[in-house]
Antibody
Framework: EVQLLESGGHLVQPGGSLRVSCTASGFTFRTYAMTWVRQAPGKGLEWVSGISGSGGSTNYADSVKGRFTISRDNSKNTLFLQLNSLRAEDTAVYYC??????????????WGQGTLVTVSS | ETVMTQSPATLSVSPGDRATLSCRASQRIGSSLAWYQQKPGRAPRLLIYGASTRATGIPARFSGSGSGTEFTLTIGSLQSEDFAVYYCQQYHDWPPVTFGGGTKVEIK
């Protein structure tokens, strides 16, 4: 059974930094692209960032480009998202998701339970 | 960026009735369309990918159709556990992948 467990979310001041993690089990982690999606309180889903299985290719939403960094440690089956220069509008539940891909087209086949990041003074 | 528009925003349905949810893409995306279900306080769950393929374990009352720019999710006979928010997502034109704003299916 695929399991994804996020951690690391907490209250941080504007301008601050935070790293959230996602530990995976139940599948061969290194062979799957992974992604982060966030959801602000009472709002819809917003894709944040994605990374290939090897970690050699990454992509970001314009709203976080230059501030957030996605990475992975395949030896530890763990996905990371480093959040820098945080703003109030980054307040959200951050979900990691496993991507199933065919011909470079990927959908999100499994999701973690999410971790809440709150940016406030 | 491909903009996804879902309608209606809220759908009031009686248990046992059929529900039809729509999703429109601002440009053609082939069949690269997924549907997710989200219940309050829970993570989204994949229902449909490739516009019409049910994910593992998804009941047959959920069906997806469409291609190009117009897509539909049909729930054949609503059960109590189906009342939730449903999101469509395109993965043809990325980055970024984009989601629709969601349709809330509520009890009539």
């Amino acid at each position: 059974e695929v399991q994804l467990l996020e951690s690391g979310g907490h209250l941080v001041q504007p301008g601050g930094s935070l790293r959230v993690s996602c530990t995976a089990s139940g599948f061969t982690f290194r062979t799957y692209a992974m992604t982060w999606v966030r959801q602000a309180p009472g709002k819809g889903l917003e894709w944040v960032s994605g990374i290939s299985g090897s970690g050699g290719s990454t992509n970001y939403a314009d709203s976080v480009k230059g501030r957030f960094t996605i990475s992975r440690d395949n030896s530890k089956n763990t996905l990371f998202l480093q959040l820098n220069s945080l703003r109030a509008e980054d307040t959200a539940v951050y979900y990691c998701a496993k991507q199933d891909c065919s011909n470079g087209l990927c959908y999100m086949s499994a999701w973690g339970q999410g971790t809440l990041v709150t940016v406030s003074s | 960026e491909t903009v996804m528009t879902q309608s209606p925003a809220t759908l009031s349905v009686s248990p046992g009735d059929r529900a039809t949810l729509s999703c429109r893409a601002s440009q053609r995306i082939g069949s690269s369309l997924a549907w997710y279900q989200q219940k309050p306080g829970r993570a989204p769950r994949l229902l449909i990918y490739g516009a019409s393929t049910r994910a593992t374990g998804i009941p047959a009352r959920f069906s997806g159709s469409g291609s190009g720019t117009e897509f539909t999710l049909t729930i054949g006979s609503l059960q109590s556990e189906d009342f939730a928010v449903y999101y469509c997502q395109q993965y043809h034109d990325w980055p970024p992948v984009t989601f629709g704003g969601g349709t809330k299916v509520e009890i009539k």
